[in-house]
Each structure stands twice: as C-alpha cells, then as structure tokens.
C-alpha cells in the first residue's frame, strides 16, 4: 500500500514489523516462512515457534497503536501498553572504543523484542521517533515514515488512502 521509502535506521524494523498484516485483505507475512526470516523469526513450526509468533503479533499490534497515536488517532484496538512489552526487552548500554559514541543494544543476541526496543530507544535518542506513523485509514493502518516538513502526515499513500479519504468527503458534501 505505501509508496514512500522505507523509515531510517533502525525504524525500518519497526516499520516492517507493523506491515506484515494487510488489514485490508487479512494477509499477514508472519503466517509464510518468508515473511518471517525477514524478520529474523524462525522458518520452522512447533509449539516454542508458536508462542514466539503470538509474541510478535502482540508486540506488532502495541507498535501499530502507538504509530496511530503519533498521528493523532485512537488504538485500532485494545492492545498490550508498548511501555510494558519493551521494559521486559533486555538491552546492553555499549560504547565504542574508537569514538566513545554509546548505543543500546539487545543483551540476548537477536530477538524480535529487544531488537525492536534498541531501535525505539535509538529512534527517541535521534528525534525520529514520532515521524513513524500510522495511517488514518481504518482499513489500512499501515506504518509510514512521515517525512513531511511540519510532521503532518494522514496517510501511507495520498494517491491510495489520500484520495479515497477526500473523495469519501466530496461526496458527503
């Protein structure tokens, strides 16, 4: 549905999390082994697989409600609070020994939560993380990064949802 580029940093993460469900079609890419590797989330099934999906989903709807919160609309739903999921992410503070620069990064290696905490936290250290959004459209709700000077983006798309929004208000008129 978006025809922007991808958000900055580690952004990107949280931005592809969020858009692995279509709500308009119910197509989510957690369901495909493709989808989930590009996530880093493992290709195989079983019951330790499935707990961490249902972990994933958890964290991508808190994300989504979040995003919606940022452009200034309601949760889509009642949802897990973004607070709580992300204190349980363990992070490590590491410095770099050649220019001092510190950063946060996931203590347990690789996981969904704490890769996705990292990237928050540097996201709110660097000022961007507000521009992450959602979009207005109820059947969309798809996560962009809003790079407009004055930060007022409605849509993923003017020319998709955009266009239906104002059209739906033209013709109410």
Request: charged share 25%; proline share 5%; hydrophobic share 40%.
């Amino acid at each position: 549905m978006n025809d922007r580029s991808a958000a900055p940093g580690g952004l990107a993460l949280v931005e592809a999390l969020v858009n692995t469900l279509d709500l308009e079609s119910g197509a989510d890419a957690l369901d495909t082994a493709e989808g989930r590797a590009r996530l880093g989330l493992p290709e195989t099934t079983g019951d330790e697989v499935a707990d961490e999906l249902a972990r994933a989903r958890e964290l991508r709807e808190s994300l989504r409600a979040a995003l919606l919160a940022h452009a200034g609309h309601p949760p889509h739903r009642e949802v897990t609070p973004l607070d709580g999921l992300l204190a349980s992410a363990p992070l490590l503070v590491t410095v770099d020994e050649h220019d001092g620069s510190a950063r946060l990064t996931p203590a347990d290696g690789a996981s969904l939560l704490s890769r996705t905490a990292a990237a928050v936290a540097d996201a709110l250290i660097a000022g961007t993380w507000s521009r992450l959004k959602a979009c207005e459209s109820a059947t969309c709700h798809w996560a962009y990064y809003d790079r407009s000077p004055a930060g007022r983006g409605r849509w993923c798309s003017m020319q998709v949802c955009g266009a239906r929004a104002k059209m739906r208000r033209y013709r109410a008129k």
